[in-house]
């Protein structure tokens, strides 16, 4: 009995090594696809993704992306719809209905913040619940010039850089210190934010963006100017002049 309970095990561990290499390696093909411009192949890819692992969130987020890119978000709402009549305590549908919210032009960020806050009433502890939302706070205040968002979204960004795992993930861990800066930098807490730009300098993660990269750097330099470090402060405008 021991030899079977023991092989039924082993067998369980291997489709389980399985099951999470082929979430992995689905993630990892559709985000080469959108990155390269085969949107069309990252759609598919992804919803191939979330029929075998529903609750796989990026799978939700590259969909939700890649329908965007296609002029899509009208078909985005009408599938999570369709499955949260199915299911109404489906966190990620209700978190990938929230998601397409933001890619409304403009982004309808009341409905966003109802449907994502729905997800994190199921489930608290995914780290895109948060730093969706906290970006969903940050847009309210900087559109729509609703005060005492910028210190929620903070709130936010703090939780989901609290759960993102930085081993497997440390792009996001990259953004979300990103996102934290740059939250503090408009709220002019310059030695908080210019922590967290040195934070994000130490992951030595290249930008994807030059635009972004030349505020950050604009920003990294002013702060470390007025938190009392004038030498980086040169440097760092230096490198922003140079984008």
């Known amino acids: 009995y021991q030899a079977i309970a023991d092989e039924s095990k082993e067998t369980k561990d291997k489709l389980r090594e399985a099951r999470e290499n082929y979430i992995r390696k689905s993630i990892w093909k559709g985000d080469w696809e959108l990155k390269v411009g085969e949107v069309k192949l990252a759609l598919k890819t992804f919803l191939k993704l979330i029929e075998f692992s529903p609750e796989t969130i990026e799978a939700h987020r590259g969909y939700a992306q890649a329908a965007a890119a296609l002029g899509k978000i009208p078909e985005v709402f009408q599938f999570y719809k369709s499955r949260l009549a199915n ?67 903070l709130q936010e960004y703090q939780m989901a850089l609290a759960l993102n795992d930085d081993a497997s993930n440390p792009d996001n861990h990259a953004n979300l210190l990103l996102n934290l800066g740059n939250g503090n930098y408009l709220l002019k807490n310059f030695q908080t934010a210019h922590h967290y730009y040195k934070e994000r300098e130490k992951t030595k993660i290249d930008f994807d963006n030059a635009s972004r990269e030349a505020v950050y750097r604009q920003r990294f330099g002013e702060t470390a100017f007025k938190s009392g470090y004038p030498e980086d402060a040169v440097r760092h405008f230096q490198k922003a002049l140079k984008i």
Do not use: C
Not at 87 to 114: C, V
Not at 130 to 140: A, D, P, R
Not at 141 to 148: A, G, Q, R, T, V
């Open 87 to 153: 299911d109404r305590n489906s966190a990620p549908d209700h978190y990938a209905l929230g998601l397409a919210y933001t890619y409304l032009n403009p982004p309808a960020l009341d409905d966003a913040e109802k449907e994502i806050g729905r997800a994190i009433l199921k489930n608290s502890q995914n780290v895109y619940f948060h730093q969706t939302l906290g970006w969903v706070f940050e847009q309210k205040e900087m559109l729509n010039h609703e005060s005492d968002y910028l210190e929620k979204s």
